[in-house]
């Protein structure tokens, strides 16, 4: 596989807090590993917190992690980050290009950066190579209904991933990397934002739906009873999605809807209940490595889109499920 030799600069997320530590998130690390895979030169990381997890970093191949001096700013306000991360790389000046995630945040400091770079962004990308010393990166558009290539044609591209459309993986050694503390001169939009609160939605230690490796996704099948959906989810590590009809209904948390007015997931394996897969739900997980359904209507569309589907009733099928996951001590 084609590869550059410029070094590339990750913005890395951290979850935690000073007291209790910081980890680097699941998306960061797949970031880390896209880097690996487009580099054979230097991978440099900002982390955005006083101390970041270098042990876990150092496995993924950084050479240099950058801590900007926050002063006191947080980084949830986009424009914090994009100006750290626009001075690192006015500092360094040689990135071939800046990575981060694709998520609600990172969409709005890929855009914000890109300006300050006099470059271009792509965001929710799926997958990115090197194809003739330039970054091919491809997402899906037009409510899924297209695959669609992006170069970016001048400056440093500043690539937007989606979480988990890459697998993590170490690198053999790990490296030593070395902190660098800088000092960044917010611009206007950073310093004029004060975040008060922030509080973690239904999160009660389970994974974000789009960033979930395994998302369990309910619909009107599930004729409200989100049971079996809640049971598989735990038992596969997952985050529990739903279908507009499933919010409409009031069965679930609208946050929790999936497609053209929800969000988009792309897990690594992606499991429908009770879920027909019209075009307005599809579009929202055909970026999903692996699709599976099971639905009792032999003519849904979402069969048209699955790597594996069972035609059956859920209420049979997902308790079978479970009792051969548990077998096997999951
Ligand atoms: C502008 C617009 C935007 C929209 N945006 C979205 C969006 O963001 N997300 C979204 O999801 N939808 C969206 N929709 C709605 C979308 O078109 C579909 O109506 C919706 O996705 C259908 O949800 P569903 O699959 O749960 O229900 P259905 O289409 O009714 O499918 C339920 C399926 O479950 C099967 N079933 C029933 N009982 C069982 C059982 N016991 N076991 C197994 N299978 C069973 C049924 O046979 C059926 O195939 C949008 C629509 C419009 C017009």
Redesign the pocket.
Known sequence: MEKISAPILVITDHTGNVDDGFVLTEPSKQLLTLAGSLTTGRIDAIALNPAPQVSELAKYGVSRVFTPDLEGLSPRVAAVVADAAFEVARQEAQYAAVLNVSNYRGREVAAGLAVRLGSGAVVDVTSCVVADGQFEAQKSVLAGTWSTKFKVTRGTPVIGLRPSAVEAKEVGEPTEPEIVPIKVSYSQPAVGVEVIESIEEGGQGRVSLTEAPVVVCG???T?GNFSLVDELANALGGAVGS????ADEGWIDRST??????VSVAPNLYIG?????????AC?IQASRHIVA????PD?PIFEIVDFGVV????EVVPEALAALRQKGL
């Open positions: 619909g009107r099948g004729d279908t507009r009809v499933a809807q999936i497609g053209q007015t929800g209940l009770g879920v027909s897969g019209a075009v307005h739900h929202g099971v639905c009792d209507d849904a059956g009733d859920i209420n």
